[in-house]
């Protein structure tokens, strides 16, 4: 199994741990090698949605030229699940980023969000998934509640916890019910359950798991954690994690612990943990947003005849029906400004568009956006994703919770596909034994 904590600070897991609040993976650390993985890039190439392709293909950027959240299905890449299964290994993925389901006959393959490749599983599982995925895609947007999220999810969520996992969920739902950042939590915690049971009914030869919860809690939150050293610190419109004295980053790291000593503890698992990139504290001050109705925003500036597709945090990709309606559109997008600056960043792809939210200023500015010379006041039109705590730096991490202590101490991050697949082809259920 390769478990995925997308840039888990595992300095930070090592700074928890000598406190004693981490007991799996301070037993974890202790008994084998922290390996460091180096991505080999800078920006803007140190992206989650760059780097963790490199470890489903063993290729670098430059070599599989992946840039964007979505790529993938415009690319005929080999991935680890097909080159698996094409060597008689059955395979199974939950929510790997920016990978397309290119498996002839997987266990399972539910791929990330903001990803539309096919979907196979069991119809309660698909289900339950694609609720938790809508959920994912309006989280930054939405004011709904814990509560209301858990009537819709806990009827189909039922048959997949586990004795053992729900008194995790006692510990996490009250911290989602006071603070918005904990949903992701509740999220990633479910999505291990669900994962542990299609796993255990499929016993497939090798499969994935990615998790974002704490990528997401770091970037937004790494100023109100303990082990954070900086001199930055959230507002308090921002984040009331300080004065109430939590530590989100405690907060998942503690879950995360929970679910590695879940999973080391099934029979005949052998588990990798890798995180792709890590982050490092943001020292200088950055806000960034999305659009919080798409449809109606879009329809304000004029812009027509597109398929909106919202990528994570402040992306999004125009689809139109040809090449000459996307060149109609880049001056549509130019006139919306702000500060005199055109507001979205745009990246032309012949039928496509590739936009980012551009202003990264206090929300205040949001106040003045131009339409075409016009100002208004569209700060209702965004919401606020984070003030960036933490940005990412090349180094991540990668554990081999089978392999003696006294291996490599740092590898590129590329070699990750090589272990996996040699430790899969080796020890792999084959289909048809499956």
Known sequence: MSLELNELNFHYVKAYSVKGRLPNFTRLLAE???VE????????ELEPWIQWPTVYTGKTYAEHGLFRLGDIMYKDQPQIWDYLEQRGVSVGAISPMNASNRCADPAFFLPDPWTHAKIVAEPRAAKLFGLLGKIVNENASSDASVAGF???????????????????????????????WAK????????GDLFVSLWQKQRPGFSSLFLNAGAHIQHHHTYDSAAYSGTKANPAWYSKAAE???????????VYDEMVGELIALKDMHLFITTGLSQVPNERDHYQYRIVDFGAFFAKVGLTGATIRPRMSRDFLLEFPNVHAAQGALPVLDKVRVGGKPLFTVEERGETLFCQVGYFGKPEGLKAISIGGVQDDLSQAFVLV?????????????????????????????????RLCTAALSTGTVKQAA
């Not at 009537?151 to 009250?174: D, E, H, N, T, V």
């Not at 730096?393 to 991050?413: E, F, M, N, V, W």
């Open 184 to 191: 992701a939590a509740f999220l990633d915690r479910l999505l």
């Open 386 to 418: 984070s003030i960036e705590n933490a940005i990412h730096q090349s180094t991540g991490y990668h554990i081999d919770t089978l392999a003696p202590k006294g291996g490599a101490q740092r590898i590129p991050l590329a070699e990750v596909f090589d």
């Open 244 to 254: 109430t004295n939590v530590d989100p980053l405690l907060f998942i790291y503690q």
């Open 150 to 180: 858990a009537r819709q999810i806990l009827p189909l969520a039922l048959p997949y916890l586990s004795s053992r996992s729900i008194a995790g969920y006692f510990k996490i739902l009250p911290m989602a019910l006071r603070y918005k």
């Open 32 to 34: 084998r090698d922290l």
């Open 37 to 44: 993985t180096d991505a080999g890039e800078v920006y803007p």
